[in-house]
């Protein structure tokens, strides 16, 4: 069985974190285990999500100015992706009727590799998004994320060293 579509198409926004809060030196420190650097960068990506999209496409920009009219295409294509996919409440409706968001999708996914392949330019793409990564990895272990959340153990911990168990 199948449930009805919802009403409203709703879209989750990707927060960009004030710069200063991403690049503070102080809240910079070595972990001290890999499944710490694990945790760190998990938290940090999904904290900085927003950050670390725009320096993988800035990378990516960069690469492609000795290329300008991949440049252009590419810029055309990701002004694309914002407007029809990203940044719509409403389904899309072309000479009347609402178009699902899965072809919406699938059409600017092909798009977009149609234009790789016909603009050469894999090899630019592969290498800003591998740097990217790189970027994010180094980034996401070494910020220690205490400051961003609240503990997902919430008020059972404390400040005090017995815990308080009047909550349990």
Known sequence: ??????????????????WPLFID?????????VSDATYRINKNLRYFAG???????????ISLITRPISLVLFLIIFAGW?????????????FGFDIDDKFVLGFLTLVTFV????????????????FGIVIFCVHGA???PEDQEGS?????????????????
Not at 51 to 61: E, R
């Open 1 to 18: 069985m199948s449930s009805p579509p919802p009403d409203t198409v709703t879209i989750s926004v990707v927060n960009v974190r004030p």
């Open 25 to 33: 030196t102080a809240a910079l420190s070595l972990p001290i285990s």
């Open 51 to 61: 950050n670390y999209a725009l320096i993988i496409l800035s990378i990516l920009l």
């Open 82 to 94: 914002i407007y029809l996919y990203f940044s719509r409440n409403e389904p899309l409706e072309l």
């Open 115 to 130: 234009a790789l392949l016909v603009a050469k330019i894999w090899m630019n793409v592969a290498v800003s998004i591998g």
């Open 142 to 144: 070494l910020r220690a």
């Open 152 to 168: 997902p153990y919430g008020a059972l911990l404390s400040d005090s060293p017995r815990g308080n168990y009047t909550i349990v």
